[in-house]
């Protein structure tokens, strides 16, 4: 793996990942962009698809509702292929948190937004996203609050920690759609989605034909169990909460679990030595989630000392820019072994972001970070 520094950034980037798509075909309904002659083209508008199947096999978000995802057919070269993104969106700890999480889109699909917008590597546009614009790409929507990976139930409070199964269902009707003819298939997610594309990758692998190329993307899914700056560890106390009550051990792989903790197995750098299929990691190494929620929360700066910095780099004095740098090293550090796999692949930026394959601006952009004058979307193929 080699190392570059260019104008400021550090890239590290092995193996091109391949996949691509278009065209809308389901139980939802697609509504295509328009094209104003005043304003650029709008992006790709693709309509929900429910699975009322799944109900049945006790597959159902928080509330209870049937699972649901956005697919956009590929055509030409794309289709037969496939691009699946798993949703970000954070986790929920604690029966209060799940309660209050249930009764929105990230817990129901009743809230769910019936159109929403393909953009980045969902995008159709050939100059917008040259490798998948023409795949069969799908949105799993996120409604389980532990990375599509609980497995138990609270009667007391109604809570259904299902993640596990929605997944299972999820993968059960894409199959029936067409993806277990596939001939590339790429599984990849944004933050929580990030986890889960790591913590499913080769469960992925192992649904599809072995004539299949199978791949996973994991963006800004690379949460570190470190330290925060008053010494705890904020994000372990946290992603404990939501391992023992959603009993996510179930979904780890066995790999991990055989010698760690489930808490330590939820965390992607105990994970990634032990994923078979080939893996690509987007991530930024000032991912500015982290920074704020778990190297400076409010509960480990009680007197607000990290408060500008965190929410603008431009504000962080010499000692805090120290503590963020350690930071980074510490995220290189995690995937150094990862990185000398010749069939794995890295592209980690100096930028202070979070997600970074969903936007158009970074996935494949005039400004976007870029290596050897490539951007991300042209490196991850």
């Given at each position: ?202 469960e992925f692998r192992g649904l599809l034909p072995r004539r299949t190329t199978v791949k996973c993307l994991a ?163």
């Amino acid at each position: 793996m080699k190392m570059v520094k260019l104008l400021g950034l550090v890239l590290l980037a092995l193996v091109r990942l391949v996949f691509g798509s278009e065209e809308w075909h389901g139980n939802g309904t697609e509504v295509e962009s328009e094209l104003n002659v005043w304003t650029a083209p709008r992006p790709l508008r693709v309509g929900l698809t429910l699975i009322p199947s799944a109900v049945a096999q006790g597959a159902v978000c928080l509330d209870g509702t049937p699972p649901a995802y956005h697919l956009h057919r590929g055509h030409g070269t794309g289709a037969n292929s496939w691009l699946i993104q798993l949703e970000g969106g954070g986790w929920c700890n604690d029966i209060a948190t799940c309660v209050h999480r249930k009764n929105t889109h990230r817990g129901s699909s009743n809230y769910m937004e019936r159109v929403i917008e393909f953009t980045g590597i969902l995008s159709n546009k050939p100059e917008e996203n040259p490798d998948f614009y023409n795949w069969n790409r799908v949105k799993i929507r996120y409604c389980d609050g532990a990375s599509f990976s609980g497995e138990s139930y609270n009667k007391a409070a109604g809570l259904y920690f299902r993640g596990q199964r929605i997944f299972s269902a999820a993968m059960e009707e894409l199959m029936s759609k067409g993806m277990r003819y596939a001939s590339h298939a790429l599984l990849s997610g944004c933050s929580a989605g990030g986890v889960a594309s790591i913590i499913h990758c080769d469960e992925f692998r192992g649904l599809l034909p072995r004539r299949t190329t199978v791949k996973c993307l994991a963006d800004a899914g690379l949460f570190l169990d470190v330290a925060d700056v008053a010494g705890g560890r904020s994000l372990r106390s946290f992603f404990n909460g939501v391992v023992n009550l959603q009993g996510v051990g179930r979904s780890l792989p066995a790999a991990c679990t055989n010698h760690m903790d489930a808490t330590s197995c939820f965390f992607p750098q105990n994970l990634l030595p032990h994923i078979y299929t080939p893996t690509f990691v987007l991530n930024a190494a000032y991912d500015v989630w982290q920074l704020q929620e778990s190297l400076a929360p409010r509960r480990a700066d009680p007197q607000g000392y990290w408060q500008q910095c965190k929410m603008n780099h431009v504000n962080c004095n010499a000692g805090q820019i120290h503590v963020l740098q350690g930071f980074r090293n510490q995220m290189l550090n995690a995937i150094k072994m990862f990185s000398l796999s010749r069939q794995n692949g890295l592209f980690i930026n100096s930028c202070f972001a979070h997600c970074q394959s969903e936007r158009q601006d970074t996935w494949f952009g005039n400004n976007s970070p870029r290596l050897a004058n490539k951007g991300i979307a042209k490196i991850c193929w």
